[in-house]
């Protein structure tokens, strides 16, 4: 291991509960993880397993209690911010399952998210107009009808309306970190290849992407520098980007036990 | 509050009582001083003005002192007397959801009125110290500096201290002014209307008003006339002991036209203030009202519950003509206790009654509101939709009546009444009634109570924005469809308001 400041997001030794006394689960069992600036990470694992409860670990969901470990976003511990917090500091999660938040204005929402990052980098927020420009031209890239700014939060939208409305937000937020838990999951092949595309405009020297995801096909659009697979709690297996190829041919039987 | 006029709960029936009050209690020795006006706004925000009020305590004596104080043509003597006899054999109401200490209506002034009074040529005569706390309260009364397209009247305790832009709205026959006002320039108009929707005796808290009340605002608006600009009236409770017993009539005749808009804030004080007004609507042939109000009195201090405003009001508006139409919105996110149920009577074929409500309770706060639509005329129509938000420890209730009488063939509801809670000490509860007289109406009921999920709040945090303003969000977006209907400035400003009411609540 290097010096802690030359990773952007060190996971250590993380164990992380659901639920109250009796109801007290367990699900992450000491999970250890490093991204540098740069690199593409894949996890995969089986359905359970606890992917997306890390990811939520990592980006500060207050319903899990870490109870063992800490988590160094650029060497600092971010264990005790709050998650809007967090994602001001950079760190964007690409839902699995994104919210349905009625009466809520797509368009403003995201306006709301960019400039509440504008002003944490010290920025002026932008003005309506200006910000328009902008959404536009990202919705145009990833091929968005312009009538999703009107509509409220994700509702009704089908599942690859949400998660291209997820890739959108990363767009507009410009992150340093990107989580995205299953984005490809219920995409066509054509809105696959609009993600893929969404993602891949993010990477770059500055920037860390962690996919969790079940196939490969993701992975033949974004080739992953490091893959990884958790089961039941653990990273039981890290590898290059053939782990994800055995993987798709073998199952998860040879690696779990 | 142990002023010498206070120590007898009755006070003695002679123009004698009008005695100057103390400054308001708190305030800062010599701060009424004659002299020293200039210097007086460094006191916070209770308004340092001489007044001049009543003793505590209510009897026929004050209400005849208080007709005589007006100089009231015999028929409003009359009129006062009349409901004061019927609210003595009245019992205060008990079925709202709400809970409160008896009110003891002997500890109550029932008039106070700033000494320096307006006259009407102008706010020369108007205490300073009034304009400036309207001024401050963003409503400056100075025409010069006053939106063009809105006319104000406001209204300090129990007296209507300034209108605005009366000439102009005189070019086009409208009449705006105080409804004490009114009782001497149009006296036939407010003897035909006055207590013609809500009678002396409609309930307990109308009667008391119809008894004491001291002021309000009168429209007129004559026949084919689109009102020029929208009126308003901004009620101020400042005087700690005296209740607030305004008294609103508005007339539009055949095919006339006004919004108007209604505003409402109080100092903070431990001590509960009683607000109970009365607001008739009439409407002729093919008229209509659109009223609005957006309501933040004071609401008690948030942790403890101590002191607030009791806000127990009668709204009515009558349909009288064909095709006529009064909309209510409301934006309710002050007052201890809420109890209000802006109504509409459809008295004309084919006329319409609309409610739109958004009603807040944070802290303490009880709120018990709704509607009543009342179904008389052939083919009327009438709609309700009811927002009401709970947090912290207030409770919130929504109460409606749809009643559709034999007559009223081809009368149609459509009712939707939403709740949310935020957080998990606070409740809300709906009590929708339906009365169908005919079979050939139609009513629909429609009723939803969601909560802020973490999860929801978890996704607008992790894009950044903090969980206070997501709930603001959520609960603005949930509120969308009544700050439509609002006109623009008063929709941001009740945006605004409920961001502000909602920054402490917990998720
Ligand atoms: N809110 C919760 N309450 C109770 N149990 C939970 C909660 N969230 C997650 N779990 C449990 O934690 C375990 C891990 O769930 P998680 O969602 O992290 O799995 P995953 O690896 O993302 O699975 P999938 O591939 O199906 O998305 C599961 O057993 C799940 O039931
Ligand atoms: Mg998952």
Redesign the pocket.
Known sequence: MTTATSYMLEVKDIHAT??ESEDL?Q?LKGINLSVKAGEVHAIM?P????????SKVIAGHP?FKVSKGEVLFNGENILELEADERSRKGIFLGF?YPVEIPGVNNAEFLRMAYNQRRKAEGKEEADPLDFEEILDSKMKALDMDSRYKERSINEGFSGGEKKRNEILQMAILDPALAILD?TDSGLDVDALKVVAGGINRLRGPGKAIVLIT?YQRLLDYVQPDVVHV?SGGRIVKTGGKDLALEVEKQGYDWLVK | MENAANKNPIPAPADATFAPTAPVPGAPAGAVAPGLAGEEYKYGFTTQVEMETFGKGLSEDVIRAISRKKNEPPFLLDFRLKAYKKWLTMQEPNWAHVKYPAINYQDIVYFAEPKKRPTLTGLDEVDPEILKTFEKLGIPLDEQKRLSNVAVDAVFDSVSVATTHKKKLMESGVIFCSISEAVHEYPELIEEYLGSVVPVADNFYAALNSAVFTDGSFVYIPPGTKCPMELSTYFRINTEESGQFERTLIICAEGSYVSYLEGCTAPKFDTNQLHAAVVELVTLDNAEIKYSTVQNWYSGDPQTGKGGIYNFVTKRGKCLGKKSKISWTQVETGSAITWKYPSCILVGDESVGEFYSVALTAGHMQADTGSKMIHLGKNTKSSIISKGIASDFSSNAYRGLVRIAKNATGARNYSQCDSMLVGHNSSAHTFPYIETGNAGSQVEHEASTSKISEDQLFYFQSRGIPREEAISMIVNGFCKDVFNQLPMEFAVEAQKLLSLKLENSVG
């Not at chain 1, 359905?47 to 890390?54: D, H, I, M, R, V």
């Open positions: 659901i639920g689960t699900i694992g359905n359970g397993s606890g992917k997306s409860t890390l319903d699995q299953e079940h958790l």
